[in-house]
């Protein structure tokens, strides 16, 4: 049986107890008549009809919500061509040692538990960070054997990592970790590379949405909500390794919340445009579809997701920017061209190593001596 249909026998019991509560108890004691008993099952019938009927509708309105997810096909001008923000004035893009000028400092429990996650990236995952440190170590000679070092110092490569509620915990302790060994191993072949994330300040929208409303709440506002785009490593950090320091902020309790995907990308993309490169690399880290409660409430339940495809295809499209992803739990393949998902956040350093890998030997293959002659 289906659950539509318990809910509905459920109701109705409901409903043929209330009646039975309010029928007179000298009408319970004399029995009912024919009449009366009639009456009754025309009462219960309507009830049935009108909550069947209540059913229907809301079933109707999530096929037709379903309906206005887009497919992949779905031309670019027909994506969210009007996406706006309400306001910027409330957004913020940091480095990851302002946090405490933005979030606040943290209170004693969540101090310790960000020691308690710190404690953990910096022993506990040993092992683990052994085994991705050899597979990068694997990949770099290979690549050196394979790639011009001068394609290697003209590419740029931009690490885009979800930092929305759901990475809470495992996932964002391991994207963390997965992001510091990816790094080091790309700046030692000679790229520069920016480590980034994107949240929100704040939940339920924030002082974008306080101005929406003071303004009387005008229809389909567009995004409604405080971004926080943070900057964990520049493309001008050249140093080899950081020890992991630069992502601890990444640990933080208090900083997972909302993800907006689309205006993420454009902005990691804005960064990786400004840098000197002959190739530009943008991978993302995600765990989902773009969320956000305040956005979703004012426009409708698909209105980040078409923002973000929109922006896949315009970036797919344009070809100055190799875009590719990796999903955590999470099929990504339904926007990106290039992309892989990982079943466990466990998976994510092998496969972040070896998707960079397949990336990075597109790049201008080494010249052989008889190649070297000739150029001579």
Same mark, same amino acid.
């Given at each position: 049986?289906?659950?539509?249909?318990?809910? @509905?026998?459920? #109701?109705?019991? $409901?409903?043929?107890?209330?009646? %039975?509560?309010?029928?007179?108890? &000298? +009408? !319970? =004691?004399?029995?009912?008549?024919?009449?009366?008993?009639?009456?009754?099952?025309?009462?219960?019938?309507?009830?049935?009809?009108?909550?069947?009927?209540?059913?229907?509708?809301?079933?109707?309105?999530?096929?037709?919500?379903?309906?206005?997810?887009?497919?992949? @096909?779905?031309? #670019?001008?027909? $994506?969210?061509?009007?996406?706006? %923000?309400?306001?910027?004035?409330? &957004? +913020? !893009? =940091?480095?990851?040692?302002?946090?405490?000028?933005?979030?606040?400092?943290?209170?004693?429990?969540?101090?310790?538990?960000?020691?308690?996650?710190?404690?953990?990236?910096?022993?506990?995952?040993?092992?683990?960070?052994?085994?991705?440190?050899?597979?990068?170590?694997?990949?770099? #000679?290979?690549?050196?054997?394979?790639?011009?070092?001068?394609?290697?110092?003209?590419?740029? +490569?931009?690490?885009?990592?979800?930092?929305?509620?759901?990475?809470?915990?495992?996932?964002?302790?391991?994207?963390?970790?997965?992001?510091?060994?990816?790094?080091?191993?790309?700046?030692?072949?000679?790229?520069?590379?920016?480590?980034?994330?994107?949240?929100?300040?704040?939940?339920?929208?924030?002082?974008?949405?306080?101005?929406?409303?003071?303004?009387?709440?005008?229809?389909?506002?567009?995004?409604?909500?405080?971004?926080?785009?943070?900057?964990?490593?520049?493309?001008?950090?050249?140093?080899?390794?950081?020890?992991?320091?630069?992502?601890?902020?990444?640990?933080?309790?208090?900083?997972?919340?909302?993800?907006?995907?689309?205006?993420?990308?454009?902005?990691?993309?804005?960064?990786?445009?400004?840098?000197?490169?002959?190739?530009?690399?943008?991978?993302?880290?995600?765990?989902?579809?773009?969320?956000?409660?305040?956005?979703?409430?004012?426009?409708?339940?698909?209105?980040?997701?078409?923002?973000?495809?929109?922006?896949?295809?315009?970036?797919?499209?344009?070809?100055?920017?190799?875009?590719?992803?990796?999903?955590?739990?999470?099929?990504?393949?339904?926007?990106?061209?290039?992309?892989?998902?990982?079943?466990?956040?466990?998976?994510?350093?092998?496969?972040?190593?070896?998707?960079?890998?397949?990336?990075?030997?597109?790049?201008?293959?080494?010249?052989?001596?008889?190649?070297?002659?000739?150029?001579?």
């Amino acid at each position: 049986m289906r659950r539509d249909d318990l809910l @509905t026998a459920g #109701v109705v019991l $409901l409903g043929c107890l209330a009646l %039975a509560i309010l029928i007179p108890g &000298d +009408v !319970i =004691a004399k029995g009912l008549n024919s009449l009366g008993l009639v009456a009754v099952w025309i009462v219960v019938g309507l009830f049935f009809v009108i909550f069947r009927g209540l059913l229907w509708g809301l079933r109707a309105a999530r096929g037709r919500r379903a309906a206005n997810t887009p497919e992949v @096909t779905t031309p #670019v001008e027909a $994506l969210t061509p009007d996406y706006r %923000a309400y306001t910027r004035d409330f &957004d +913020v !893009i =940091a480095d990851a040692s302002m946090l405490d000028d933005i979030l606040g400092k943290l209170q004693p429990k969540e101090a310790a538990s960000l020691e308690e996650a710190w404690e953990t990236y910096s022993h506990a995952l040993v092992g683990w960070r052994a085994k991705v440190e050899v597979a990068a170590l694997d990949a770099a #000679v290979r690549i050196k054997g394979a790639i011009d070092p001068s394609a290697l110092a003209s590419s740029t +490569v931009s690490i885009l990592v979800d930092q929305s509620g759901s990475m809470r915990g495992q996932g964002m302790l391991l994207a963390a970790a997965a992001t510091d060994v990816a790094s080091d191993f790309l700046v030692r072949l000679g790229l520069s590379v920016d480590v980034l994330g994107f949240t929100t300040v704040t939940w339920h929208g924030g002082k974008s949405r306080k101005r929406w409303l003071q303004n009387g709440s005008p229809p389909k506002p567009g995004r409604v909500a405080d971004l926080l785009h943070v900057i964990y490593r520049s493309a001008e950090d050249q140093r080899h390794a950081t020890g992991g320091w630069s992502f601890r902020s990444m640990l933080r309790p208090d900083l997972p919340k909302e993800n907006i995907d689309g205006e993420a990308l454009e902005w990691a993309a804005s960064r990786l445009r400004e840098r000197k490169a002959t190739r530009r690399f943008l991978i993302v880290i995600s765990d989902g579809v773009p969320c956000d409660d305040a956005t979703l409430k004012a426009n409708d339940a698909s209105y980040l997701y078409r923002h973000l495809s929109r922006v896949i295809q315009e970036l797919q499209a344009a070809k100055d920017i190799e875009v590719a992803a990796i999903g955590i739990g999470f099929y990504v393949n339904e926007n990106y061209e290039n992309a892989l998902a990982v079943s466990t956040p466990e998976e994510l350093g092998g496969a972040l190593v070896g998707l960079l890998e397949r990336l990075i030997c597109r790049l201008e293959p080494r010249a052989t001596t008889d190649q070297k002659e000739v150029l001579l």
